[in-house]
């Protein structure tokens, strides 16, 4: 398996996951190529996936074409164009290397890229071969990217996603697609003590530590595996400043191994945790209410992680 970002892994190219998605095909992307890189347009063209967020195409054998779904989401793949190349050199693991800045065109008016191809493989039982030391290495990622000087940067229009913000905002359409995910899953998913665990975070005083960069998506299908371990980091589409408790959200994704060697490492404390949880709980159910029909895949990762929390915090 190789790189295959765009907000989750999934046969979703051609199928239309929003009201406001602009159409992509093979024909238009090797359209937007010969205007624009030339050189590029003979090589190889390939669906190299597509999730919630981005159609990708594989170009050759070193490049892949990442095209965001809707106006919203171009605002993510510049920010990723500006951002990367000034955060690579600080971080132990390889991130996406934006090569082509791609123009808005009267075919496709939103902003694009071309990367380097990344190798790697999705993370999983047949691919990781110590799950402790891959959540310690996922923690060693999450701490130098915390550390990285801001360079400038503050939490203010594209930086600004609501995943480094605070939980209380957020509680109107939590609650609202915690009784979406009553009606979705009825009796087979324990929903109210979900919504316990929410209420009982925002009763919790608000994080207080100063900003920093945020990755904003660490799911597995943002992690690339070689050789056994973490390999690489991608889809920064959700790069932001802020509070860093919906950074650690994902590790319900990962095997309770991984997740206590990633709490280890970090020295999380209680508050931390519930807050986190909490991030993890309301991005599954948004995610599982929204996604049911029309990706099936996404909305199973969706449930699977309420399944862990729930699993998990049934042993604490």
Known sequence: MRWLPGGSRGETAGVTLHENEVPVDEALVRALLEAQRPEWSGLPLAPAGAGTDNT????????????????????????????????????????????????????????????????????????????????????????????????????????????????????AWVSRDFDACRAVAGADLDVDTLERLWRAALALPEPAGPHGWLHGDLKPTNLLVRDGGLHAVIDFGGLSVGFPDAEHATVWDLPPQARRAYWDALGLDEATWTRARAWAIAVAVSGLAYYRDTFPAFAAECRARLDAVLADAATR
Not at 58 to 70: A, K
Not at 89 to 115: D, K, N, Q
Request: aromatic fraction near 10%; charged fraction near 20%.
């Open 56 to 171: 990708m195409y594989r170009l050759g054998d070193d490049l892949l074409v990442r095209l965001p779904r809707t106006a919203g989401n171009a605002g993510a793949v510049r920010k990723e164009q500006t951002w990367l190349p000034r955060l690579a050199p600080h971080l132990p693991r390889r991130i996406p290397e934006p090569v082509h800045a791609g123009t808005p065109a009267e075919a496709f008016p939103l902003a694009w890229s071309v990367y380097r191809w990344i190798d790697g493989a999705e993370p999983g039982p047949d691919t990781v071969a110590d799950w402790a030391a891959f959540g310690a290495d996922l923690a060693a990622f999450v701490t130098d990217l915390h550390g990285v000087d801001l360079m400038g940067a503050t939490r203010a229009d594209d930086l600004s996603w609501y995943r480094g913000g605070t939980l209380g905002p957020c509680d």
